[in-house]
């Protein structure tokens, strides 16, 4: 697996990316529909990363907003259906919390659809916490949050 910087709009990702946004059209109601568009993973506040495998398909992709100097938000956390179960969430996940940010949060739905995901965010030390930045309480979504050693 390889992890590098690409910009969301090559073609793959952008695939990949509206297939996201339509399984979360279908399963959240759009008031509770967070996940950004294309464009908005092109702002100066947002790194975005592939993961790729050994011939260049891509397996994954994930994006990291800056809220401040300090903390991060998770966004875009999409692995290819082909290769789930491979470890491509936990290499991102990990590669992740190699920025210099001290606390990473995210937001992720409280439907059952989600529970592989709230899985792994716990394996990884997020928990629970409250809504975070602009976000809103909202019976559909989860928010989780962990600090990092500076």
């Known amino acids: ?87 491509v969430a936990a290499s991102l996940l990990a590669h992740i919390r190699l920025h210099q940010f001290t606390r990473l949060s995210l937001e992720t739905g409280a439907q059952d659809h989600f529970v592989p995901a709230r899985a792994l965010y716990t394996r990884f030390g997020f928990t629970i916490c409250a809504p975070f930045a602009s976000y809103q309480e909202d019976p559909n979504s989860v928010f989780m949050t962990r600090t990092l050693q500076p």
């Open 1 to 87: 697996m390889h992890i590098r910087t690409q910009d969301p709009a090559t073609p793959d990702i952008t695939a990949l990316l509206n297939q996201h946004l339509s399984e979360m059209r279908s399963i959240s109601p759009p008031e509770s529909k967070h996940a950004l568009d294309i464009e908005s993973l092109r702002t100066p506040d947002i790194s975005f990363w592939s993961v790729r495998d050994d011939d260049g398909a891509l397996m994954g992709c994930g994006a990291l907003k800056q809220l401040d100097a300090t903390h991060a938000e998770i966004k875009s956390m999409r692995t290819d259906p082909a290769h789930r179960r491979k470890g």
